[in-house]
């Protein structure tokens, strides 16, 4: 069955860039009516949606974090990217990626990053 | 933005009995596109129920969802003890927002 894996630095500097990769496993990532989407959840908090993109490159971001946030997608390496600038202390969280569809059915087992100097 | 709120904040409940766990919109969700998750401690959280009422894939039928516009429900008709965790509701309808959460705790 398909199958999310996030990978990226845990430790990323203030007013640096956060980069994370979603790798998909057992399944395409080109399927239709699925959107691949990341999600944050801060220490001992509930979830964010950051945002999420089809397979055809359309997105859509939270109008919160919409002015530091691209998420790409490569559908040769069954990947998709989530690069979130100019963080500080406020972007330290759990950041899991996700499939969309009605939902989130299936999601990674998440990634800690934290954000310090 | 649609606004959930989710109550009550912690539900304590004993292994058998039935849990009732509210979730309100700030405005009516389009199509019942509302979700229920299952979040346990260090795990990422688990589709229960997606469309105000459908359960997902392998989801057991003591879960069951209902509701539509700015009113929800996710009853758990007996708890196990591998149900007691924190129960977000997320609607999708129009962007997509989480609610706080709701910790079944036991008693």
């Known amino acids: 069955q398909v199958q999310l894996q996030e990978s990226g630095p845990g430790l990323v500097k203030p007013s640096q860039t956060l980069s994370l990769t979603c790798t998909v496993s057992?399944?395409?990532?080109?399927?239709?009516?699925?959107?691949w989407s990341w999600i944050r959840q801060h220490p001992g908090k509930g979830l964010e949606c950051i945002g999420y993109i089809f397979y055809s490159g359309s997105t859509y971001y939270n109008p919160s974090l919409k002015s530091r946030v691209t998420i790409s997608v490569d559908t040769s390496k069954k990947q998709f990217s989530l690069k979130l600038s100019s963080v500080t202390a406020a972007d330290t969280a759990v950041y899991y990626c996700?499939?969309?569809?009605?939902?989130?059915?299936?999601w990674g087992q998440g990634t800690m990053v934290t954000v310090s100097s | 933005e649609i606004v959930l709120t989710q109550s009550p904040g912690t539900l304590s409940l004993s292994p058998g009995e039935r849990a009732t766990l509210s979730c309100r919109a700030s405005?009516?969700?389009?199509?019942?596109?509302l979700a229920w998750y299952q979040q346990k401690p260090g795990q990422a959280p688990r589709l229960l129920i997606y469309g105000a009422s459908s359960r997902a894939t392998g989801i057991p039928d003591r879960f069951s969802g209902s509701g539509s516009g700015t009113d929800f429900t996710l009853t758990i008709s007996r708890l196990e003890p591998e149900d007691f965790a924190v129960y977000y509701c997320q609607q999708y309808g129009s962007s997509f927002t989480f609610g706080p959460g709701i910790k079944v705790d036991i008693k």
């Open positions: 405005q009516s969700v389009s199509s019942s596109y």
């Open positions: 057992g399944g395409s990532i080109n399927s239709g009516g699925y959107y």
């Open positions: 996700a499939r969309g569809s009605g939902g989130f059915d299936i």
